[in-house]
């Protein structure tokens, strides 16, 4: 580990939550050896809390794990589509209930848990009842399919649980799914010479990245958006899409369409500073665009995620289709910085 030069919470403080630029990805609570890191209960927090306590700042004991895991110190990622082996179209070659797109995602990591090729997967999950998102750990086949679904509010930091994944639960290998930045956490942890990161760096030993143009502050988007002003309650929602708009889908059928710019408002403010529209630093990237409905987009872009894909095709869990839209893709990398850099 680096010597006391290093910073604390106070300079992540300074530099990425009182600027307007946190993500709320999570990582500094996961990595917080004290536990003095946490987002606020009220459903609406743009970024974390100090309970008042740091080893760095307080005890003068080397720390610096916050800072070194935020994908906001440093130079904003490139509004590219990044390097990768191959792109393809896939899709479950079984049934996923609540699949978004082709629910090649849940397939590839059903199939590594099956393997024996991952034992843990951090994710996101959802109060069927409220929508309320949490982060989660999950070991079974069976609570991956039923958990299937994007997520598109957020209440908590997504990758909060893989502190209870290599910390409490002891998992050395560990699937982590995640939008863009996520991925660029978890690249700053898996490639950090910080000794309380290398555990962490160690125990992944897959990231999924998911195309994401922005994401919803929880609050503004279920409590204020649709429940007050469009009077939607939570239970009677089966699903949330979104393609070029906010598609609510209720439990009998039925649909409304919201056009995105009346949801402006609702966008977590970090999401303004992202360049990174798939995840450019994941092992497979993974989303709708660029694929027949019915279909997802991976772009696999290392050997490892080369071999995940192989294995879970291989053993008919995944089917491959139709060549990609790779321009579609690269369209929407476009739109995303052109966007961002009117914000």
């Known amino acids: 580990m680096r010597g006391m030069e290093q910073k604390s919470y106070r300079d992540l403080k300074a530099e990425v939550w009182d600027t307007g630029i946190c993500s709320g990805c999570g990582a500094c609570v996961a990595v917080c050896p004290a536990d ?24 003068e004991v080397p720390c610096g794990a916050c800072y070194d895991s935020c994908p906001r110190i440093g130079s904003r990622e490139p509004g590219s589509i990044g390097p990768y082996e191959e792109i393809i179209t896939a899709k479950a070659a079984f049934d996923i209930p609540r699949r978004q797109s082709g629910g090649a995602v849940t397939a590839i990591l059903v199939n590594a848990l099956e393997e024996g090729l991952i ?9 069927r009842w409220t929508l309320r998102p949490s982060s989660v750990v999950i070991t079974r086949t069976e609570e991956l399919i039923h958990q299937a679904g994007s997520r598109y509010n957020w209440w908590v930091p997504l990758v ?27 690249n700053r942890i898996r490639t950090s010479d910080n000794d309380l990161l290398v555990p962490f760096g160690r125990s992944i030993r897959l990231v999924i990245g998911l195309f994401c143009t922005e994401s919803f502050d929880y609050s503004a988007l279920v409590e204020k958006k649709l429940r007050k002003e469009y009077d ?9 899409d979104v393609r070029g708009k906010l598609a609510v889908t209720m439990r009998d059928g039925t649909s409304i369409s919201i056009p995105m710019n009346e949801l402006e408002s609702t966008v977590r403010p970090g999401c303004h500073y992202c360049l990174d529209l798939t995840g450019v630093y994941s092992d497979i990237s993974a989303g709708a665009v660029g694929s027949p409905a ?19 095709v291989k053993n008919n869990r995944l089917v491959t289709g139709p060549d990609p839209d790779i321009a579609s893709i690269e369209r929407l990398i476009s739109l995303k910085v052109q966007k961002t850099a009117l914000t």
């Open 160 to 186: 909060a649980a893989l502190k209870t994944a290599v910390i409490e639960k002891k998992y050395r290998r560990i699937a982590v799914i995640g939008v863009p930045c996520v991925v660029q956490a978890l």
């Open 232 to 240: 939607i309650e939570t239970w009677n929602i089966e699903r949330l």
């Open 119 to 127: 034992d843990a997967v951090v994710t996101v999950s959802e109060d």
């Open 36 to 59: 003095a890191i946490c987002f606020g209960e009220s459903g609406d927090a743009d970024r974390p809390l100090n309970i008042g306590y740091c080893k760095q700042a307080v005890d």
């Open 294 to 312: 019915g279909f997802t987009s991976l772009i696999v872009r290392n050997d490892v995620g080369k071999m995940f894909v192989g294995s879970a």
